[in-house]
């Protein structure tokens, strides 16, 4: 791949294939690979690396859909040391904290926040005004809505038979309605549905289907509080 001129700074790395208007400000060591576009305003801080594609074998097959262009739209700031990988959205005005990691085809709507070495993995959405806190895992395929608050440390995940090897077409993380606010260090198994509004306590377990919208869950396993209590 070859490079291309530019006068943003010594020790970037842009490739020809991407699109980065003037208006982008972009930190040393950083690395922007073919197929990424900017829009107007972008912000990419020191040591990030924008585009990459995965790397697949025998024990890390690709996805079936994939695409190789990522766009970051309009006045998003994404800190220092943050990985992006190649095939994914990010909406104008959010904000992607230092050492985020996200990989292929995630869709982030615009305004979200994702915290300090969250990771956002592959074909996962994430609806807009949405914030995700520090250390948080966000599964494979996982839908949050809008408005959600996701706290520190959430730990989703998206496949309760990993020995099994099967498909990450398979593999589903669970899926979080609108206005939903997930405490710190709640764990919250695949395949499941969290309905709008719901509010579950820090450190539950979500094993089953939330389906009380507006309510208050917690425990392990997580359950509805009692009004009576």
Known sequence: MKTIDHNF???????????????????????????????E????????????????????????????????????????????????????????????????????ERNVVIGTAVTVSFNAHIGSGTKIMTG??????????????IGAHVCSVNDNNPRLNTSRSEHQAAIIEDNVVIGSNVTILPHLLIRKGITVAAGSVVSKNLTEENQLYFGIPAKIKNKNL
């Open 41 to 108: 305003n972008v912000k990419i801080g020191s040591s990030c690396i924008i585009g990459k594609k995965p790397t697949t074998g025998s024990n890390q097959t690709k996805l079936l859909e994939f695409t190789e262009t990522l766009r970051i739209r309009k006045n998003t700031i994404i800190c220092d040391q943050v990985i992006i990988y190649t095939g994914c959205n990010i909406g104008e005005d959010c904000y992607l904290a230092d050492k985020a990691f996200i990989r292929e085809n995630v869709n982030i």
């Open 136 to 149: 948080t895992n966000i599964g494979g395929k996982m839908k949050i809505g809008q408005n959600c608050f």
């Open 9 to 39: 700074g010594e020790n970037i790395l842009i490739y020809e294939g991407a699109i980065v208007p003037e208006s982008s400000q972009i930190g040393p060591f950083s690395i922007i690979y073919p197929g990424v576009e900017f829009e």
